[in-house]
């Protein structure tokens, strides 16, 4: 199920997050960083680059969680 994150509470927002949060780690946590780095192509991004890019994209949402 995907949530609706605008319907959801603060803390229902968490328990989300600490489910993609694990998923991630069983999909990606037995990577090394040679793994992690891979890139298929020179105009490719590797799995850390795709990890990044989500993290770095979702501390933009961190101001307005905590102003709700």
């Not at 960083?33 to 890139?39: F, S, V």
């Not at 680059?49 to 905590?66: D, G, V, W």
Request: with cysteine; net charge negative; hydrophobic share 50%.
């Amino acid at each position: 199920m995907i949530a609706v994150f605008t319907k959801l509470s603060l803390s229902e927002m968490l328990v989300e997050t600490e489910a993609v949060a694990a998923d991630a780690q069983r999909a990606f946590g037995h990577l090394n960083a040679q793994q992690l780095n891979w890139k298929p192509g020179a105009d490719s991004w590797s799995v850390a680059q795709c990890l990044e890019h989500l993290l770095t994209a979702n501390y933009a949402m961190f101001p307005a969680i905590t102003d709700s």
